[in-house]
């Protein structure tokens, strides 16, 4: 069992930088592949970026390449999203969350989100 908490969403101007972070508890925190969604308002929930569970490995979405980078610190069962000029289409809430199944991953566990919103 995976709990996760993000933090670090608010309101930012357009061009604007923001970092994320999800608090995960659990011993098998490092096992895990990682991801952060995001869902826009009357939207789908839609996914952002993933990093596999020893960080060597990451995916993302055509949107973000570029502005977006994804981490994990397994020491401290933290990963975060740091994301660089901020488009207004970035607003959403994001979401993470935890899949125990390496490929394709299942993402078992989910945060409660967080919003950002970004002004233009």
């Known amino acids: 069992q995976v709990q996760l908490v993000e933090s670090g969403g608010r309101l930012v101007q357009a061009g604007g930088s923001l970092r994320l972070s999800c608090a995960a508890s659990?011993?098998?925190?490092?096992?895990?592949?990682m991801g952060w969604f995001r869902q826009a308002p009357e939207k789908e929930r839609e996914f952002v970026m993933s990093?596999?569970?020893?960080?060597?490995?990451?995916y993302y979405a055509d949107a973000v390449k570029g502005r977006f980078t994804i981490s994990r610190d397994n020491n401290k069962n933290m990963v975060y999203l740091q994301m660089n000029s901020l488009k207004p289409e970035d607003t959403a809430i994001y979401y993470c969350?935890?899949?125990?199944?390496?490929?394709?991953?299942?993402?078992?566990?989910w945060g409660q989100g967080t919003q950002v919103t970004v002004s233009s």
């Open positions: 969350a935890a899949s125990r199944q390496q490929y394709p991953p299942t993402y078992d566990y």
């Open positions: 659990g011993r098998t925190f490092s096992s895990y592949v």
């Open positions: 990093i596999s569970w020893n960080g060597g490995t990451t």
